[in-house]
């Protein structure tokens, strides 16, 4: 299966009612056939355009080739797609990018996008991986619990010093015991991947 060649997210933002032309050109790609166009993009109903939040890995990509050829006008996070092929709306730039539609694109592009409002962006963005991920925790747990207070061994919860008396108990792989609560907060956070007590690594993704 071919590539597709924008990773497409919903997010809101402003933009400035004047973009300073200084800072927006003009660039023209050449797609193969099948090729991916190599960016993440999102979509903000309020400017009704796109923003870049990213640049895919592979290294074959239209966008890839581009900035390759072309270190002076390169296409990074943060600039906005203001036009595709005369397209202006949001919805018809994205038909424009997506396979199959056109193999040259013509596009206008600005880096005119404030700190601030690419910062309100991009937190969007952490809040919803954040999210994703606690619910991921949430299942991956669920298959962890052990039991409630009968179930509980005669210890402490290494995370919060208490008695695991009294809350849902969840066992890790390791064998160690916590309060069903302090691992979740524990894994949700992002930074802590292992046992709080014995440091034996821990796969969230097994949960999906």
């Keep these: 299966m071919p590539a597709m060649p924008c990773c497409f997210s919903f997010f809101r933002c ?87 539609r056109a193999e040259t694109l013509e596009m206008r592009v600005t880096q005119n996008l404030t700190p601030v409002q690419w910062t309100i962006l991009r937190e969007a963005k952490r809040k919803k991986r954040c999210l994703k991920r606690a619910e991921e925790v949430e299942r991956l747990l669920e298959l962890l619990v052990v039991g409630g207070d009968r179930d509980a061994p005669d210890e402490c919860c290494s995370i919060c010093l208490d008695k695991l008396h009294g809350s849902v108990i969840v066992r890790l792989p390791c064998g160690h015991h916590f309060h069903k609560i302090c691992t979740a907060k524990w894994f949700a956070s992002g930074t802590c991947q292992k046992c709080p007590l014995c440091n034996q690594k821990m796969s969230i993704s097994a949960a999906s």
Excluded at 38 to 60: F, K, N, Q
């Design 14 to 100: 402003r933009f400035p009612d004047d973009l300073d032309e200084r800072g927006t050109f003009q660039i023209s790609l050449q797609r193969r056939a099948g090729q991916a166009l190599g960016i993440m993009a999102a979509y903000c109903p309020d400017y009704d355009g796109l923003v870049i939040e990213g640049l895919t890995e592979e290294s074959d990509t239209a966008i890839a080739q581009w900035n390759q050829e072309h270190p002076e006008a390169e296409l990074l996070a943060g600039l906005a797609i203001m036009e595709v092929n005369g397209r202006r709306k949001g919805e018809e730039i994205m038909a424009e990018l997506r396979p199959g």
